[in-house]
């Protein structure tokens, strides 16, 4: 209780004890701050941290909740075989993006983040690619469930004259939202001509052949699958690698 008209700075007045009685001070709670008649929240108010590689990563001091963000990689595109009238490879698939909010968590301990790897393309001739790798959040020393954004499916290579498959998009998991990456589909005014389909929340721009006789171009950004490769030149086209995944963490008190 307090006696006469003085107090310590920076309290505020009221109880803490049950029942009614004299006015007692009330220290400031952690994560906020007063000062003359203004009460603030101080710490984290929203710190963001963009993750392109694998790593441990431990909960900011003070930080309690969480948005996090997800990417899948994309995958490569096939080669093509070369072909005296005209050869298309399969372009990579995008990678999935997710959403996930987090709350009470604890400052200090750790999560497990592993980013997708991105899909390589096939080798020139009728070689497939490889898929993109998955983006994973899961437990570390804090005990969440398991986030995934899957990396898209790989294109097939090409026979000389015939057509490769495109590779699926990839799927996620566990999000608040999840999203699936668009589909690949052949442009049908232009036999050469594939519109390579784009991970979720532009995140990255797939590329795409405006020639023919040419081999698969990388997009730009994340989650991104390889474009196709096409030839109708008797020349061996190679694929085109897919862009690796990624991960936003926003942080909040």
């Not at 070369?82 to 999935?96: D, E, F, I, N, R």
């Amino acid at each position: 209780p307090i006696g006469g008209s003085t107090m310590n700075t920076a309290r505020l007045l009221g109880r803490t004890t049950a029942s009614t009685g004299e006015a007692e001070e009330i220290s400031v709670g952690a994560g906020l701050s007063l000062s003359g008649l203004v009460l603030t929240a101080v710490g984290i108010t929203g710190i963001v941290d963009i993750r392109t590689a694998s790593a441990t990563i431990t909960i900011p001091t003070s930080a309690s909740k969480l948005k996090v963000t997800l990417v899948g990689a994309g995958a490569g595109s096939g080669g093509v075989a070369a072909s005296s009238t005209l050869g298309v490879s399969g372009a990579g698939g995008p990678g999935a993006a997710l959403v996930k909010y987090l709350s009470g968590l604890t400052a200090g301990n750790t999560l497990a983040l592993t980013i997708g790897a991105a899909g390589s393309g096939g080798a020139a001739g009728n070689n497939n690619g490889t898929a993109g790798g998955n983006t994973i959040l899961a437990s570390g020393t804090e005990t969440i469930t398991t986030l995934t954004a899957t990396g898209g499916a790989l294109g097939t290579g090409a026979a000389a004259n015939g057509t490769g498959t495109h590779g699926a998009a990839g799927t996620a998991t566990n999000g608040d939202i999840n999203l699936t990456g668009q589909t690949s589909h052949s442009d049908p005014d232009l036999a050469y001509h594939v519109f390579v389909g784009n991970p979720p929340l532009g995140f990255g721009f797939a590329a795409f052949n405006t020639s023919g006789n040419a081999a698969g171009i990388i997009g730009t950004g994340y989650g991104v699958g390889g474009s196709n490769a096409n030839d109708s030149n008797s020349t061996n086209r190679a694929g085109a690698n897919g862009t690796a995944g990624l991960a936003i963490f926003e942080w909040y008190v």
